[in-house]
């Protein structure tokens, strides 16, 4: 339930003390203090925050000053900034981030953030693969493959919908093992969990049965992450599709230059 918050009342009052000397400019510490509401707590998931025009007339600064304070929090992934008849500024669930730089699966990222971390099985299927997934594993024209589609959860939020594919000749009897936790720990079990990938990034678009699946409108934007995943041995263990949701996630990359040619 929407809980829609006055200037004149806590959380929200008293306000940040924006007059005297003070390091940062006024929207920078606006900012502020609205993260650190949010940050204790005070503030909730679907608070509605007042008018933009209640909030800059009792801080005593201008809209565009507070609009600007509130672009800094909205970039943060804290609030969504809606438009039309019943928009406004809602608070959100802060994004969970997925580090790229190595191989964790997503149990492995979800416990290293105490958020306790799910799967529902959605569908287990052998057979032939389609083509792109044929390359992307190196098989040969007789060979199958086990497809795992599975919603995980991030306390208890489906958060990215997986599209699996496994070599059958390297995991032979895996669909009839408990495949709603890590999957790389039931890789690793076989003596072929990954340990290097090839992943691609790109934006794209929820269809109907992922929106239903993920509980966003359908269109909503997503982060698509391709993946196929290899053994120490160099052969092709795992090859992927990950629809993450872009309002709940982020996705993390360190990169590193290259050393000039002398």
């Known amino acids: 339930m929407t809980r829609v918050l006055s200037i004149d009342e806590p959380p929200l009052a008293p306000g940040p003390v924006l007059g005297g000397k003070s390091d940062g400019p ?29 909030i800059a007339t009792a801080l005593g600064c201008s ?26 500024n809602f608070v959100t669930s802060p994004r969970i981030e997925f580090d790229h730089a190595s191989l964790p699966g997503f149990t492995e990222q979800m416990r290293r953030i105490e958020v306790e971390p799910g799967a529902q099985v959605l569908g287990v299927h052998t057979g032939a693969p389609q083509p792109d997934v044929s390359r992307a594993l190196g ?19 489906p958060i990215v919908y997986e599209e699996a594919y496994l070599p ?25 969990g990954p340990s290097s990938a090839d992943e691609r990034i790109e934006a ?35 090859y992927s599709r990950d629809y993450h949701r872009s309002d709940r996630t982020t996705i993390r990359v360190r990169s590193r230059a290259e050393p000039e040619a002398g």
């Open 26 to 54: 006024v929207h920078a510490r606006i900012a502020a203090w609205l993260q650190g509401l949010i940050a204790s707590g005070r503030l909730m998931p679907g608070d509605k925050l007042p008018p933009e025009v209640e």
């Open 168 to 192: 059958a000749a390297v995991f032979p009897d895996l669909p009839e093992h408990d495949l709603d936790g890590s999957l790389y720990a039931l890789m690793r079990r076989y003596g072929h």
């Open 63 to 88: 809209r565009m000053t507070l609009r600007q304070a509130l672009g800094a929090v909205e970039s943060k992934g804290l609030i969504d900034r809606r438009r039309g008849r019943f928009g406004g």
């Open 204 to 238: 794209t678009s929820a269809t109907p049965e992922q929106a239903a699946i993920l509980g966003v409108d359908p269109a909503s934007p997503l982060l698509l992450i391709v993946r196929t995943s290899f053994a120490d041995s160099g052969i092709a263990v795992e």
């Open 139 to 157: 098989l040969r024209r007789a060979d199958q493959v086990h497809q795992i589609l599975r919603a995980r959860t991030a306390d208890g939020e």
